[in-house]
């Protein structure tokens, strides 16, 4: 349904784009079982793919992190300042591949460090490990987003195809690509976005 209110909607993912998942996890596994790796080891946004132990250890693994992993994480840098400068122009809510079973530790994080700054959040799941799956590019066009941020090429390209504008998010190995459609714009830092939206 699309917004009633005069502000337009923007749709922020987490991981990696206001939460350091990559980084937290590569400091997790470090610490906890000794094993180096480094953002440029995840070509492929899924621990099972980087894990040398195989999908199933590695699946276990990140269940661990994420037990362990709270409000002590800090967002990536300048998205507090730059999402409450963005609040005034725009209806900002979260909109993450994160499953359902995630809410009460997504929600403290949120809360904890994005007090009065999202309107909603919406858990849609993903499609190798939920029950429930919904594609960003249509909980987009059903609420009437304005924009969707996210790290994720695949979710960007099908979001702007469904007419919605994007910005990718970060330079990451995992979100490289010979060419972007004209409708995404790839940012590096929280300060790109706001060239973008706040300019």
Request: aromatic share 10%; glycine share 6%; hydrophobic share 35%.
């Amino acid at each position: 349904m699309p917004n009633p209110a005069n502000k337009p909607i923007i749709a922020v993912d987490i991981d990696d784009v206001i939460y350091p998942l990559v980084p937290s996890l590569i400091e997790y596994l470090d610490t906890e079982h000794k094993v180096r790796l480094t953002e440029e080891d995840f070509l492929e946004y899924d621990l099972r793919k980087v894990w040398s132990g195989g999908p199933v250890e590695a699946a276990k693994i990140f269940e661990h992190y994420k037990e362990s992993s709270g409000v002590q994480i800090a967002p990536l840098e300048d998205a507090q300042k730059a999402l409450h400068t963005l609040s005034k122009k725009y209806d900002i809510i979260v909109m993450t591949s994160r499953d359902i079973s995630t809410f009460p530790r997504t929600h403290n994080w949120i809360t904890h460090h994005f007090p009065d700054i999202f309107k909603d959040v919406q858990l849609l799941g993903n499609r190798s490990d939920s029950q429930t799956f919904r594609p960003k590019a249509e909980v987009c066009v059903e609420l009437g987003v304005y924009c969707l941020i996210d790290d994720n090429l695949k979710h960007a390209v099908e979001t702007y195809q469904a007419g919605i504008r994007v910005i990718l998010f970060g330079d990451y190995p995992w979100n490289q690509t010979n060419e972007l459609p004209k409708g995404v714009t790839r940012v590096k830092d929280w300060q790109g976005v706001l060239k973008e939206l706040d300019g």
